[in-house]
């Protein structure tokens, strides 16, 4: 008897086809998979019918789209044993990237017909899951300046483009982070707590690498004084990053913990995956092996924490929560 999935399919995700990847991907899956295809509308997100397909009793959802499609697809499913399939067909396509998944069609879908799972940590900021990563200021206002139509003409070239007049008005903002042992306070220009990042999500890599089943979120903090100091930290966070190893410059900052709690002043705009969600404060929290995604295994190197050289620096070590 064929296996059984829901294929929640996102049709204005980007540059291709949609009807020849669609029939593509059932091409390749359907001898093998008995598949249930939805199309996502602009009435009907993917979590909606991730959720309707959970009720059914399906076996397997698998989700093709960008990451917002794949972060909305997972939300059902989330701490249930239901294996995930990604077949990414958007801009960035961070978390296929982030966990090695194939970023083809034909690969994507033989790593689903494989059937080799493992668990990964997921998340949640402010109540919205989050399989990828937050990003508060700087992060979040590029996302916003790269809207559909600039992605759709330029793909990540759109993403580059809004970076760069994004530097233009580059502002700092005074942070405080709670984790459960510690409260820190600095200044930045830009937060980034991830949970899953590929070398490409720069504004994550402060740590040697991110561990995507550890149980653990990774903070990384940019500081610059200047659009120089931006640009430099930028370069060198690029440069650590397809190193492997961790940012050494005083106004880069990083740290690890399962939670954090995160306020801003002024207040600044929060992007989740891909998506605007509103503006800090923000908490988020890990969820140890929280999906069952069907993914080749690799691990990464274990990150440290460096807080020392970061502008108005203060830590306050937090007593014991323990009797």
Do not use: W
């Not at 600044?268 to 800090?280: A, L, R």
């Not at 924490?305 to 929560?321: A, F, R, W, Y």
Request: glycine share 8%.
């Amino acid at each position: 008897m064929k296996r059984s999935a829901c294929l929640i399919f996102n049709p204005v995700a980007g540059q291709g086809n949609p009807e020849l990847e669609l029939e593509m991907i059932r091409a390749l899956l359907e001898p093998e998979i008995d598949l249930d295809i939805y199309l996502t509308t602009e009435e009907t997100d993917a979590d909606e019918l991730a959720q309707a397909a959970v009720k059914r009793g399906v076996e397997a959802i698998i989700a093709s789209g960008g990451d917002g499609t794949l972060s909305a697809a997972a939300t059902p499913i989330l701490g249930r044993d239901i294996p995930f399939g990604i077949i990414s067909r958007g801009t960035a396509n961070a978390f296929a990237a982030a966990l090695r998944i194939p970023n083809t069609i034909d690969a994507a879908c033989q790593t689903i017909l494989q059937g080799q799972t493992r668990y990964v940590d997921a998340a949640y900021c402010n109540g919205k899951p989050m399989v990828l990563l937050a990003g508060i200021g700087f992060e979040a206002e590029t996302v916003e300046m790269a809207d559909r139509e600039a992605k759709k003409r330029f793909g990540m070239m759109a993403y580059i483009l809004a970076g760069v007049q994004q530097l233009r008005n580059l502002q700092s903002f005074e942070v405080e982070i709670e984790t459960d042992n510690k409260i820190i306070k600095t200044s930045a220009s830009a937060i980034t707590v991830a949970n899953a990042a590929p070398p490409s999500s720069v504004l994550a890599q402060g740590p040697a690498g991110i561990i995507y089943d550890d149980g653990l979120l990774d903070l990384t903090i940019v500081a610059p004084e200047s659009k120089a100091g931006a640009i430099a930290a930028t370069f060198h966070l690029l440069q650590t990053a397809s190193t492997s190893s961790a940012a050494e410059r005083d106004d880069i900052g990083y740290l690890r913990a399962n939670q954090f709690k995160i306020n801003a002043e002024p207040p600044q705009k929060v992007v989740v995956d891909g998506e605007i969600i509103g503006k800090t404060p923000i908490q988020v929290y890990c969820v140890p092996a929280g999906l069952k995604i069907f993914v080749p295994f690799d691990q990464g190197p274990t990150p440290t924490e460096k807080l020392d050289g970061l502008p108005n620096l203060t830590v306050e070590i937090k007593e014991s929560q323990e009797e």
